[in-house]
Nanobody, 124 residues
Framework: VQLQASGGGLVQAGDSLRLSCAAS????????TGWLRQVPGKEREFVAA????????YYADAVKGRFTISRDNAKNTVYLQMNSPKPEDTAVYFC??????????????????WGQGTLVTVSS
């Protein structure tokens, strides 16, 4: 499966931004999808995850209440709505598919297909 992340850019703190992750070419049905982010020199950090049925979501404490993950299975697309972003949210954001179906995870090790990343820069 190929994942294409998009929607990154420069945004001012307190504004909003929506990232998209479009899947194609392989198994995506019934798998969970996550967003993780990475700053140069640091490990990849979990942001949010959602299961296939959208019945379960999971957020990192740092983004809880500000970011919302959702999906449109008819479009094979997962979204990350970023409201009130902060400068510390600046990172490359990656979307990823879980290794096993019907799972949701905060661990990068549980994802085996990754998009190319989209850069989000939040200015103060």
């Amino acid at each position: 499966v190929q994942l294409q992340a998009s929607g990154g850019g420069l945004v001012q703190a307190g504004d909003s931004l929506r990232l998209s992750c479009a899947a194609s070419g392989g198994a995506f049905s019934f798998y969970g999808t996550g967003w993780l982010r990475q700053v140069p020199g640091k490990e990849r950090e979990f942001v949010a995850a959602i299961n296939w049925f959208s019945s379960s979501t999971y957020y990192a404490d740092a983004v809880k209440g500000r970011f919302t993950i959702s999906r449109d299975n008819a479009k094979n697309t997962v979204y990350l709505q970023m409201n009130s972003p902060k400068p510390e949210d600046t990172a490359v954001y990656f979307c990823a598919r879980t290794r096993n179906p019907r799972t949701i995870s905060s661990s990068a090790d549980d994802y085996n297909y990754w998009g190319q990343g989209t850069l989000v820069t939040v200015s103060s």
